[in-house]
């Protein structure tokens, strides 16, 4: 008979063994077959849980709704709220708050006991393990989300079904390039592929929600190496599950005259809209983080913040029940017939049903951001676009049709798209999905229009808080990784700044002349020239990026009288982590360096990026060798040769 501990053997040597196979074959593939198949097999598993996810949320508002008194079938409702309005003579409305607190209470425990990663909105999880954790989830993440978001939202809680699916979708991408052995950018392909499945699979838009995968991750870039494998998932997990969702879009077609929709007083509307759209958009994330601070500073318990969301989410449903679930449903049935909203108007004045549609829509940006904001499972794009379309129907009626002659449903589309990209910073996306979701192309460039200007008057406040301005180098990834590694087998990275700062770099005082200083960059002797006083207290820095300033200025000119750069300055003893995340916010503003300064603030020495890197995977690999290799201080070299070697070896035991 065989032994366990044999049994474990064999299955890790053959675990090993396929792992080695499947490496080797991916390795003489080229990019676009590896995803070929990666992304079919992730589109396929990732739209498969989705679906699961959305069937159980269906059950689990049955659940609810019996709860109350109702007699429902298990599957027909996803939004609570809908199903108050449709059969309020049937149930007892005043079970919505324990209905609701309970849905909560379950909901948090799982998620703050077995996954605290699952917290909040799941999109942003998402995006965060993209950025900082080397793209790496747990097995579990997908289950417990999908079980927790069930919980959450088909007891009434206001959250949409996007978070949670692509938290999912990104948690099964990593899980199986972590299972093959795939390095780290592949396992962040995978990830960004998950996302696009899953949310392919619900929302019926693969175009719309591959390029949202890749757009989401950043606020003014998108990651162009995943947008391929993320199409490729999005197009399989949208063939997948058509069957089970039938094959007709999201949201009712709506016909609009091309005619119409390009005339200038169009266009102006289109910019109105966009103004509107910024304004609720900046409200909906103050909202949101602003119900956030406010839990955190009043309840220390983190389990205990989403059920007192619950609360006053239930109170708001009392009175306005369509805030109650995701919104989707509800959306679909004010697209059919707005009367579902409006049925609580006394006549058809415009003020008055004006007035009547931006309370509900603040009304669920409110209940959103006590259900989700304060650690609640779910998401915010179904929330966010059921409020966007509300506030683009009163702009319709109020301005757009007497201003345009458009039919005030087509400013509800374009308000989705508008009002989600000022939160979100995902202006294509948005207006492709709800090309997609609505069937009518001819909204796209209306859309568009409208959504990258609500972008910009929004400025850089996003519901996302994970997103990053653009692409970071290179060395920034594989720093997030070997610090994510060195987390997870609960190491410590000893060294601190002074260990790894450059010296090389000597600094000029203000007695110093510009010639001195063109002198030193000219000649390729020093990029990088910090300034001190006579104390030798750090004031600035002159870079290359200062030359063109330094040849226009008259050479005998102290530096002291001119204006110099403010880099950012750091203690001799912060540690590698307060390093990363300085050197990121630096290079927002265009430098690759921070300055090292004791606690007088006298100048000590210059980290660049490829010091960090190289520090970094020293202390790596110091942590896999049992101790054996010491990290020692860096050369100052390029980011080639020997460092680069260190990569490729850290790619693969990623």
């Known amino acids: 008979?065989?032994?366990?501990?044999?049994?474990?053997?064999?299955?890790?040597?053959?675990?090993?063994?396929?792992?080695?196979?499947?490496?080797?074959?991916?390795?003489?593939?080229?990019?676009?077959?590896?995803?070929?198949?990666?992304?079919?097999?992730?589109?396929?598993?990732?739209?498969?849980?989705?679906?699961?996810?959305?069937?159980l949320l269906e059950i689990m508002t049955s659940l609810t709704l019996k709860v109350m008194g109702a007699h429902t079938p298990l599957r027909g409702y996803t939004d609570l709220g809908v199903a108050v309005i449709e059969l309020r003579d049937a149930i007892n409305v005043f079970l919505i708050i324990p209905a609701i607190l309970g849905g909560a209470l379950v909901s948090s425990l799982l998620v703050f006991t077995f996954a605290p990663e699952a917290e909040g909105h799941g999109t942003d999880a998402a995006i965060r393990a993209f950025h900082k954790l080397a793209g790496i989830l747990r097995a579990r993440v997908p289950?417990?989300?999908?079980?927790?978001?069930?919980?959450?939202?088909?007891?009434?809680?206001?959250?949409?079904?996007?978070?949670?699916?692509?938290?999912?979708?990104?948690?099964?991408?990593?899980?199986?390039?972590?299972?093959?052995?795939?390095?780290?950018?592949?396992?962040?392909?995978?990830?960004?592929?998950?996302?696009?499945?899953?949310?392919?699979?619900?929302?019926?838009?693969?175009?719309?929600?591959?390029?949202?995968?890749?757009?989401?991750?950043?606020?003014?870039?998108?990651?162009?190496?995943?947008?391929?494998?993320a199409l490729i998932s999005a197009i399989i997990g949208y063939a997948v599950t058509l069957p089970f969702w039938g094959y007709s879009e999201v949201f009712p077609h709506i016909q609009a005259d091309i005619r119409v929709l390009y005339t200038a007083s169009a266009l102006a509307s289109y910019i109105i809209l966009a103004f509107v759209a910024a304004i609720f958009g900046i409200f909906y994330v103050e909202a949101f983080y602003g119900a956030r601070r406010l839990f955190a500073r009043y309840i220390k318990r983190?389990?205990?913040?989403p059920v007192a969301g619950a609360l006053l989410t239930g109170i708001i449903g009392l009175f306005v029940p369509h805030v109650l679930g995701s919104g989707r449903q509800l959306l679909t049935r004010f697209l059919e017939d707005p009367?579902?909203?409006?049925?609580?108007?006394?006549?058809?004045?415009?003020?008055?049903i004006t007035i009547v549609l931006l309370i509900v829509a603040i009304a669920k940006i409110a209940a959103t951001s006590f259900s989700i904001g304060t650690g609640g499972s779910g998401g915010v794009f179904a929330p966010g676009?059921?409020?966007?379309?509300?506030?683009?129907?009163?702009?319709?009626?109020?301005?757009?049709?007497?201003?345009?002659?458009?039919?005030?449903?087509?400013?509800?589309?374009?308000?989705?798209?508008?009002?989600?990209?000022?939160?979100?910073?995902?202006?294509?996306?948005?207006?492709?999905?709800?090309?997609e979701m609505s069937g009518n192309y001819g909204l796209l460039v209306p859309a568009l229009l409208a959504s990258y200007l609500a972008r910009e008057l929004s400025g850089e406040r996003t519901i996302y808080e994970s997103q990053l301005p653009?692409?970071?180098?290179?060395?920034?990834?594989?720093?997030?990784?070997?610090?994510?590694?060195?987390?997870?087998?609960?190491?410590?990275?000893?060294?601190?700044?002074?260990?790894?700062?450059?010296?090389?770099?000597?600094?000029?005082?203000?007695?110093?002349?510009?010639?001195?200083?063109?002198?030193?960059?000219?000649?390729?002797?020093?990029?990088?020239?910090?300034?001190?006083?006579?104390?030798?207290?750090?004031?600035?820095?002159?870079?290359?990026?200062?030359?063109?300033?330094?040849?226009?200025?008259?050479?005998a000119t102290l530096i002291g009288s001119i204006d110099i750069r403010k880099p950012p300055v750091i203690r001799e003893d912060e540690d590698i982590v307060h390093i990363m995340t300085v050197l990121e916010e630096a290079e927002e503003e265009g430098m690759d360096y921070v300055i090292v300064v004791d606690k007088d603030l006298r100048y000590k020495g210059i980290i660049l990026y490829h010091d960090l890197v190289a520090a970094t995977i020293a202390s790596y690999l110091h942590s896999i060798n049992g101790g054996r290799a010491h990290a020692k201080k860096p050369q100052s070299t390029p980011i080639h040769g020997p460092i680069a070697i260190h990569e490729r070896e850290l790619d693969h035991q990623l």
């Not at 080797?24 to 849980?49: H, R």
């Not at 983190?302 to 913040?305: A, D, E, M, S, Y």
């Not at 692409?471 to 000893?494: F, Q, S």
Request: proline share 4%; hydrophobic share 55%; no cysteine.
């Open 1 to 55: 008979m065989v032994s366990s501990r044999g049994l474990r053997r064999t299955l890790l040597s053959f675990q090993l063994r396929t792992r080695y196979r499947l490496s080797s074959i991916a390795a003489k593939l080229t990019f676009l077959e590896k995803w070929l198949i990666l992304g079919t097999v992730i589109g396929v598993l990732s739209s498969l849980f989705a679906t699961f996810f959305y069937v």
């Open 143 to 229: 289950i417990i989300k999908a079980v927790a978001s069930a919980f959450t939202i088909g007891s009434g809680g206001s959250g949409g079904v996007e978070g949670p699916s692509a938290l999912m979708g990104a948690g099964i991408g990593s899980v199986l390039a972590q299972k093959l052995g795939l390095g780290l950018w592949d396992r962040r392909i995978a990830l960004v592929s998950g996302m696009a499945g899953a949310l392919s699979a619900l929302f019926r838009a693969p175009i719309g929600t591959a390029i949202f995968a890749v757009e989401a991750l950043f606020r003014r870039d998108i990651a162009v190496q995943a947008l391929i494998p």
């Open 470 to 555: 653009h692409r970071v180098r290179p060395e920034v990834i594989n720093i997030e990784a070997v610090l994510t590694m060195l987390r997870r087998k609960g190491k410590i990275i000893g060294v601190k700044a002074i260990d790894i700062a450059e010296k090389r770099f000597k600094p000029l005082t203000i007695r110093d002349t510009v010639a001195r200083a063109i002198e030193l960059i000219a000649g390729l002797r020093q990029h990088i020239i910090p300034v001190v006083d006579d104390q030798g207290r750090v004031l600035g820095a002159i870079d290359a990026s200062f030359l063109e300033k330094l040849l226009a200025t008259p050479p």
């Open 339 to 352: 009367s579902i909203v409006l049925s609580t108007s006394p006549s058809h004045d415009i003020l008055w």
């Open 302 to 305: 983190v389990w205990l913040r």
């Open 385 to 435: 676009i059921m409020a966007g379309a509300l506030i683009g129907y009163a702009f319709g009626i109020s301005l757009g049709k007497p201003l345009a002659g458009i039919d005030p449903l087509v400013y509800s589309y374009l308000g989705m798209a508008a009002f989600f990209a000022a939160a979100s910073k995902t202006p294509l996306a948005t207006s492709l999905m709800v090309a």
